[in-house]
Nanobody, 126 residues
Framework: QMQASGGGSVQAGESLRLSCAAY????????MGWFRQAPGKEREWIAI????????YYAESVKGRFTISRDNTKDTVYLQMNSLKAEDTAIYFC?????????????????????WGQGTQVTVSS
């Protein structure tokens, strides 16, 4: 079970930090990702972090502006979003996939994730 939070309405250029709390005894055994879905568009992969937190990957659309991190002592993954743009407006979802040797393969494909959290709305006004 996972729950995303931290969404809201902001102006372009401002920041938000999303959190996703997972209720699991084996949180570190999962790589954690963030996706987003804007109205009328397909779900888009944004970032993923390894089970240890040492390795991250980002979509080009957010690289340099967004940072994914995790705290395995709190079973929580974060998404720090800076320099927000109107096109970042979407519902944001966290997702988990087993932290195997192939954890980063096809990381952009939502079908490779085992668990999903409820989304949180982010609205950026220009």
């Amino acid at each position: 079970q996972m729950q995303a939070s931290g969404g809201g309405s902001v102006q372009a250029g401002e920041s938000l930090r999303l959190s996703c709390a997972a209720y699991a005894d084996t949180f570190s055994k999962y790589a954690m990702g963030w996706f987003r879905q804007a109205p009328g568009k397909e779900r888009e992969w944004i970032a993923i972090i390894s089970g240890s937190g040492r390795t991250t990957y980002y979509a080009e659309s957010v690289k340099g502006r967004f940072t994914i991190s995790r705290d395995n002592t709190k079973d929580t993954v974060y998404l720090q979003m800076n320099s927000l743009k109107a096109e970042d407006t979407a519902i944001y979802f966290c997702a988990a996939r087993l932290y195997t040797t192939a954890w980063y393969i096809s990381r952009w494909d939502s079908k490779n994730y085992d668990y999903w959290g409820q989304g949180t709305q982010v609205t950026v006004s220009s």
